[in-house]
Nanobody, 117 residues
Framework: VQLQASGGGLVQAGGSLRLSCAASGRTFNSYAMGWFRQAPGKERELAAR???????YYADSVKGRFTISRDNAKNTVYLQMNSLKPEDTAVYYCAATMRLGVSFDYWGQGTQVTVSS
């Protein structure tokens, strides 16, 4: 599966952005999808993931502010980010796996999110 992320940009603290990740292939609804992020000088971390049947999981740092969703008809996963903070600044990556709990095997290119204070 090939993944194409979009929707990043520059936003002020407290603002919102919606990231999209379009997937190729006919078996999108078989994949769990995730959004990861990597800030400068830090390791990549999971922000949110969603199972093939729509069950979400959020990192504590984004819980209550971010919402992950998927549209299987459009082969797309979204990350709605509200109440953004400067510490949310990072390159965001979408990823896919059929082995949830083991690893994410497919990765898209990153999209930069910058939150100014």
């Amino acid at each position: 599966v090939q993944l194409q992320a979009s929707g990043g940009g520059l936003v002020q603290a407290g603002g919102s952005l919606r990231l999209s990740c379009a997937a190729s292939g006919r078996t999108f609804n078989s994949y769990a999808m995730g959004w990861f992020r990597q800030a400068p000088g830090k390791e990549r971390e999971l922000a949110a993931r969603i199972s093939w049947n729509g069950t979400p999981y959020y990192a504590d740092s984004v819980k209550g502010r971010f919402t992950i969703s998927r549209d299987n008809a459009k082969n797309t996963v979204y990350l709605q980010m509200n109440s953004l903070k400067p510490e949310d600044t990072a390159v965001y990556y979408c990823a896919a796996t059929m082995r949830l709990g083991v690893s994410f095997d497919y990765w898209g290119q990153g999209t930069q999110v910058t939150v100014s204070s």
